[in-house]
């Protein structure tokens, strides 16, 4: 009974702890959907009100109708859509080739993929742009997606590798008996078997992409080619800042990442968890 007395504080300072988290994590969220759904008067009305007095979709008509928003919205859903097919291809045959085969070269190989993540994407920027600029590459898509391919498969590999280890080996070796080459073990066995690990994988790459804006705005000075960040980013004028509009924005970006996690958050926790593990 003294034990159960004993744990009582533990437990309630748990509860308050998990609750103050909760709540510093969904405020921000709360703050954009409230502000979107102000008049302009009252966004900036002291003391703030945490209820809209009138709600209003003004912000949510005008930066639908009125902006470039839907133009950005399709490059975005593009250009998530190319990296994630083709940044899975390319890290799905790499990881196996990883993980299954012995070659020379394979430990410098992966040490120089990881040194390439530690180099801040402002610095590379400048160059890449340069080059970019002398192979005619600059203001189409391709380019974009090229770069934002280039950026993630690094990550997808690494993720990838672990996943793939912790699958048993012995699966590949019966496979091999009864027949099965190298890509038939990789597309009917493994990929199969690592399915969380590709939608941990893919999500990440998703959300990655979605959210970038320096090489979109960097690659293209084409309006119709920008992604759903720069209808963000388009909010703060020289006259100032648009909060209404700017949190409407915000939200229609939101919302798509908000849904795919909630599909894929089982496999999302059971990707990034199953790989940490060998054997």
């Known amino acids: 009974m003294k034990a159960g007395k004993n744990r009582l504080p533990s437990l309630l300072g748990s509860i308050l702890l998990v609750t103050l988290s909760t709540i510093v994590i969904i405020f921000p969220f709360y ?7 102000k008049q302009d008067q009252e966004i900036f009305k ?3 009100t945490f209820i809209p007095a009138v709600f209003t979709l003004e912000n949510f008509k005008f930066a639908l109708t009125q902006t470039s928003v839907p133009i950005y919205f399709l490059n975005s859903v593009i250009y998530a859509l190319c990296t994630f097919v083709i940044v899975l291809i390319c890290a799905s045959l790499a990881a196996y080739g990883m993980t299954r085969f012995h070659f020379r070269g394979k430990a410098p190989y992966l040490i120089t993929v990881l040194i390439s993540q530690l180099m801040p994407m402002t610095t590379l920027v400048v160059p890449l742009y340069i080059v970019f600029g002398k192979l005619n590459l ?4 391709p380019a974009i997606i090229i770069v934002y391919c280039a950026i993630q498969i690094p990550i997808a590999l690494w993720l990838l590798i ?10 590949d070796e019966a496979a091999t008996i009864d027949g099965c080459s190298d890509f038939m073990i990789l597309f ?3 990929l199969p078997l690592a399915k969380p ?4 994988v893919g999500l990440s790459v998703i959300i990655s992409v979605w ?8 690659f293209t000075n084409i309006d119709g080619l920008r992604p759903l960040m720069a209808g963000v980013s388009a909010a703060i004028t020289k006259s100032g800042i648009e909060w209404g509009q700017m949190c409407a924005t915000g939200i229609i970006a939101s919302v798509p990442l908000i849904i795919a996690f909630i599909f894929c958050q089982k496999y999302l926790i059971k990707g990034l968890t199953s790989g940490s593990v060998k054997g």
């Open 31 to 37: 703050w954009m959907v409230v502000t979107s759904l």
């Open 46 to 48: 002291v003391p703030p």
């Open 138 to 141: 600059l203001n189409n898509r």
């Open 162 to 171: 672990g996943y793939f280890s912790s699958i048993p080996r012995d699966i």
């Open 188 to 190: 009917k066995i493994i």
């Open 197 to 200: 690990g590709l939608m941990a």
């Open 211 to 218: 959210q970038e804006l320096l090489i979109a705005m960097t």
